[in-house]
C-alpha cells in the first residue's frame, strides 16, 4: 500500500467506527518515546512497533504488554524484541526487558512516571543480538497537556550493562544515555500527529576489551489514529518516518505501530 492511501486509510478509520463511539482521547501510544500515563485499572495494553532502516538495511520488532498492578499508581509490563542486525549479519530474539514503572505525578496537565527496567540476557551475545548479562535501565518519562489539542513528552534515562559481551567474548562495563521530546497535535479525539526527536548514545564492547562509544539522533514525524468500541477495546494503529540527523544523517527508514488496549 503507498503512503498516502495508508494515511488516508487511517484518518477513515478514525471517522468511521470511532466516530459512532464514544471518544476516548488517544493516550500512552507514542511511538520512540514513552508517555508518562499508566495503565488504568482493569485495563491491558499490547504494543507491537515495527522500525525498518533503509541504509543500514536492519529492522527491529517489539511487543510490549502493560498491566496495572493493581491500580494506576503502580504498572508491571515486559517487552520480547526480535531483531535483524549486521554486524555480524544475524536475525532473532534480543534481551527481553521487564519494567517497573510508578506515577509519580498524575495532574489533568502534569503526569510524570518513572521506570526501572531489568534487562534479561535471551538474546544470543554470539550473533551479536544480545549483552550476554542482565543490565538495568531507569527512564523517566513527563508529560505536559498544554491545551486540548497540544500536548509535549519529555523523557531522560540511562541504561548499564555490568560485563557485557561482544560477539568474540570479550567483557566490559556499558553505560548508556538517552533523551527525547515530542509535540503531539490532535486533530480530532480520535487523530494525531506527533513529531518526535530522539537521541541515544552507547558504548560497544571491542574485541579487546575496549568500549566504543556510538550516538544516533532521529527525527520521527507521524500520525496515529484511534478506533473505539463499545467494549471499551481501543485500537491505535500508526505511522512515522523517522530521519536520521547528526551522527544519523543519510539514515532513514519507516515505523509502525499498532496498539490493543481494553478490559480485562
Not at 520512540?32 to 543500514?56: D, K, M, T, W
Not at 554486524?87 to 514503572?101: E, F, K, S
Not at 505525578?105 to 518513572?114: E, F, I, N, S
Not at 506527533?194 to 552507547?202: D, G, I, N, V
Amino acid at each position: 500500500m503507498k503512503v498516502p492511501a495508508l494515511l488516508t486509510a487511517l484518518a477513515v478509520l478514525a471517522g468511521g467506527e470511532a466516530a459512532a463511539q464514544s471518544a476516548k482521547r488517544i493516550q500512552d501510544n507514542s511511538f520512540l518515546l514513552e508517555e508518562a500515563y499508566n495503565q488504568e485499572p482493569g485495563v491491558v495494553q499490547h504494543i507491537q512497533n515495527f522500525q525498518y532502516q533503509s541504509r543500514s538495511k536492519t529492522w527491529a520488532y517489539n511487543f510490549t504488554q502493560e498491566w496495572p498492578a493493581p491500580g494506576r499508581t503502580h504498572q508491571l509490563s515486559y517487552s520480547i524484541p526480535v531483531s535483524r542486525v549486521s554486524d555480524p549479519d544475524a536475525t532473532g530474539l534480543a534481551d527481553v526487558q521487564l519494567h517497573y514503572r510508578y506515577q509519580l505525578v498524575d495532574r489533568p496537565a502534569l503526569a510524570v512516571a518513572p521506570r526501572l527496567s531489568a534487562l534479561l540476557p535471551t538474546g544470543d551475545d554470539k550473533r551479536g543480538l544480545g549483552n550476554g548479562t542482565v543490565g538495568g535501565q531507569f527512564n523517566l518519562p513527563v508529560s505536559v497537556s498544554l491545551s486540548e489539542r497540544w500536548a509535549v513528552h519529555y523523557n531522560g534515562g540511562l541504561t548499564f550493562v555490568p560485563s557485557s559481551r561482544e560477539p568474540g567474548g570479550a567483557q566490559a562495563d556499558t553505560l548508556g544515555f538517552n533523551q527525547g521530546g515530542s509535540a503531539v497535535f490532535s486533530i480530532g479525539p480520535n487523530l494525531d500527529l506527533l513529531c518526535e526527536t530522539a537521541w541515544t548514545t552507547a558504548q560497544a564492547v571491542q574485541p579487546d576489551g575496549t568500549v566504543e562509544r556510538t550516538e544516533a539522533l532521529f527525527i520521527n514525524p507521524g500520525l496515529r489514529a484511534a478506533i473505539n468500541f463499545k467494549s471499551g477495546l481501543q485500537i491505535v494503529p500508526g505511522i512515522a518516518f523517522p530521519i536520521g540527523a547528526g551522527p544519523s544523517r543519510r539514515e532513514g527508514g519507516v515505523f509502525a505501530y499498532l496498539s490493543c488496549e481494553h478490559p480485562f
